[in-house]
Structures are given as structure tokens and as C-alpha cells.
């Protein structure tokens, strides 16, 4: 593969992502990209992501809220989205891969990997709740 210019608005979207545990949304990456580089379009910044993804730089999550969500770390693990506010919270827990074992157990064909969600309610909305 032929090596990839160096781009400055690409290593924004990037060092930005890097910063964040948020697993932001390419809008928010925009509007906070714009800080460094206020001629930077939206579309530049979807250009990028989609690049990084391809390269396996960074990770592309749909979470089943209609928007995709970019996560920098791109080591296996999981994430709770919650239902009240629509964060993305990385799981500290340990490896669940073994499902792809199981899945595979019957199953004729090569399983490849797979993506885990959980959901439900995150700490800071069950506080707000207790308090309304």
C-alpha cells in the first residue's frame, strides 16, 4: 500500500478523537476541530473519518441511535449506551469472546468477530432521576 500524505486536518480529527472518551459524533468532532482550524468543512472532516476507519485507526460505532460514533481506542472492548442521554461508555470488564466460540459451535460457516452493546440507564441519569 502506498504511504498516505500527511495531513494536518487529519491529524486534528484524529488528535481530537484520541483526547475523548465520549465516543463523539462526527458533528461534535467538526465543531470542535473548527477551534483549531476554523476553514475546515464538515465535509473534510467526514472525508477523514471515513479514512481513518478504513485504515483501522479508529473505530466506527453504530449504536442504534441513527448517528455513527468514532472511538481512537480500537483495542477489543465494550460499550453501554444509555437510553436517557445517548452517552457511549467504554465497559471495563473483562473479554466476553468466548460468544464467538459458542456462536460458531453450530454454526456452518467462518465467524469473523462480533459487536456487543449493552444498554440501559447511565449513573449520571439514574442521579438526576433520584433528584426530579
Do not use: W
Request: hydrophobic share 30%; aromatic share 8%.
Amino acid at each position: 500500500m502506498a504511504a498516505r500524505k500527511y495531513s494536518r486536518q487529519r491529524e486534528l480529527v484524529k488528535e481530537f478523537l484520541m483526547s475523548r472518551k465520549d465516543h463523539p459524533t462526527a458533528d461534535v468532532i467538526y465543531q470542535n476541530v473548527r477551534n483549531e482550524n476554523p476553514n475546515i468543512s464538515l465535509g473534510t472532516v467526514y472525508r477523514n473519518l471515513t479514512l481513518l476507519t478504513g485504515e483501522g485507526e479508529i473505530n466506527r460505532l453504530d449504536v442504534g441511535d441513527g448517528t455513527d460514533h468514532f472511538d481512537a481506542d480500537t483495542s477489543p472492548h465494550y460499550h453501554f449506551v444509555c437510553r436517557k442521554c445517548g452517552s457511549v461508555i467504554d465497559l471495563d470488564m473483562g473479554s466476553i469472546e468466548s460468544i464467538t466460540s459458542a456462536a460458531a459451535a453450530n454454526f456452518d460457516g467462518r465467524i469473523e468477530g462480533h459487536s456487543t452493546y449493552f444498554y440501559g440507564t447511565c449513573r449520571r441519569c439514574l442521579r438526576l432521576h433520584e433528584h426530579s
